[in-house]
């Protein structure tokens, strides 16, 4: 068990929908992290979370977003579903020492994953 | 050339043999790397890190080539039990554009049989 639990565990959307789902971060982790993972394929990172802002992202459209909360846990929403967003998203929490969002040093603790929400869209 | 990139297998061996896996990737920044074990329809879940001096635990031994830019794992007297895919992780390093967030492979797949 990592810690890290993230909920739904399964959620069944139509086209056009919206969806947030939600992870709560390892005791004395600050950062969040989400990945997509489709089927027979390797997680894809969707974006970083560090002290409330976002702190980087990767090659997702603008209809992913996220939030991260006073105590670190986090959500992530996506609007207007598209039927390719069906897959497991995982959240994985992690310790950043940096002084700040964006002043990133390239190394991170490692990260410990949750779960994952399966979301299916139909 | 994919940031990370490993042959996907499957690799089929008897319960016992030693396997390894091997891993390269593009960015010469990056400076962590960590083997990841995933099963079927579960999160991935850390197996071990990878250091320049090479580190080892229990069967488990991780190997980093910076120079070659170039990772592996070996897996010794294989059991049943580590059927499973192995992913390689990086980190995504300064110069790249996923700064500060781990880039994994598709995952090498390990089915041990008996």
Known sequence: ETGVTQSPTHLIKTRGQQVTLRCSSQSGHNTVSWYQQALGQGPQFIFQYYREEENGRGNFPPRFSGLQFPNYSSELNVNALELDDSALYLCASSFNSSIGPGDCTGVFETQYFGPGTRLLVL | ?114
Do not use: H
Request: glycine content about 10%; charged content about 20%; hydrophobic content about 30%.
């Open chain 2, 1 to 114: 050339r994919k940031e990370v990139e490993q042959d996907p297998g499957p690799f089929n061996v008897p319960e016992g043999a030693t396997v390894a896996f091997n891993c390269t990737y593009s960015n010469s920044a990056s400076q962590s790397f960590f083997w990841y074990r995933q099963d079927c329809r579960k999160e991935p879940k850390l197996l071990m890190s990878v250091y320049s001096s090479g580190n080892e635990d229990g069967r488990f031994t991780a190997q980093l080539n910076r120079a070659s830019q170039y990772i592996s794992l070996l897996i010794r007297d294989s059991k049943l039990s580590d059927s499973a895919t192995y992913l390689c992780v990086v980190n995504g390093g300064k110069n790249g554009g996923s700064q500060g967030n781990l880039i994994f492979g598709k995952g090498t797949k390990l089915s041990v049989k008996p």
